[in-house]
């Protein structure tokens, strides 16, 4: 039987931190975001729509 490394325990706030990484695309308008957001999703990119 192999030895396995106890789970991490979570968070003082019971949040379990998982590293991940992302590129910000700077558009200018509302149409050029819904653009490059369905052509990154045709190419099987996890995607998320964000208005700052």
């Known amino acids: 039987m192999a030895n396995k490394t106890p789970p991490k325990p979570l968070g003082k706030n019971g ?12 558009c200018t308008d509302e149409k050029q975001q ?7 999703k045709k190419q099987g990119h996890k995607c998320k729509v964000v208005t700052v």
């Open 15 to 26: 949040f379990k931190y998982r590293e991940q990484y992302g590129v910000i695309v700077i």
């Open 34 to 40: 819904e653009n490059i957001f369905n052509d990154l």
